[in-house]
C-alpha cells in the first residue's frame, strides 16, 4: 500500500492523520501483506478449489425458513415517516466540510 491510497482510505473514513501516524500505520499495513504474502507462499493451496470451503462448512448451519411472512403493510405499519414504502430516517453521516 502506498500513502496514496491510505489517504484516501482515511478520507473516506473521515479519518485525520497526521504524517507521522501515516507512515506508521504505512509500516504496519504493509508489514501485515508482507506476513500474509510469506504465509501464502508456505501453504498449498493447488488441491483447493473455489469454494470449498463454503460447501464443506455452510452445511453446519441451520436452514434458514421464515416463520412468519409479514406484508410491506405489517412492517411499516409503526414507523413515524414512512415515503414509497421505505422508512425515512433521519441523515446520520455528515459530510466532511
Known amino acids: 500500500m502506498d500513502k496514496k491510497l491510505?489517504?484516501?482510505?482515511?478520507?473516506?473514513?473521515?479519518?485525520?492523520l497526521e504524517e507521522d501516524?501515516?507512515?506508521?500505520f504505512l509500516e504496519q499495513i504493509n508489514d501485515i501483506f508482507a506476513d500474509i504474502e510469506r504465509i501464502l507462499k508456505k501453504v498449498d493451496l493447488k488441491e483447493i478449489k473455489d469454494g470449498d470451503y463454503y460447501k464443506r462448512y455452510?452445511?453446519?448451519f441451520n436452514n434458514d425458513t421464515p416463520e412468519k411472512i409479514f406484508t410491506s403493510e405489517d412492517m411499516l405499519m409503526n414507523s413515524k415517516?414512512?415515503?414509497n414504502n421505505y422508512i425515512v430516517l433521519p441523515k446520520i453521516i455528515k459530510e466532511k466540510e
Not at 491510505?6 to 485525520?16: G, N
Not at 501516524?21 to 506508521?24: G, I, L, T, V
Open 81 to 83: 415517516n414512512v415515503k
Open 6 to 16: 491510505l489517504e484516501e482510505l482515511a478520507r473516506h473514513s473521515f479519518i485525520e
Open 58 to 60: 455452510l452445511t453446519l
Open 21 to 24: 501516524e501515516k507512515s506508521k
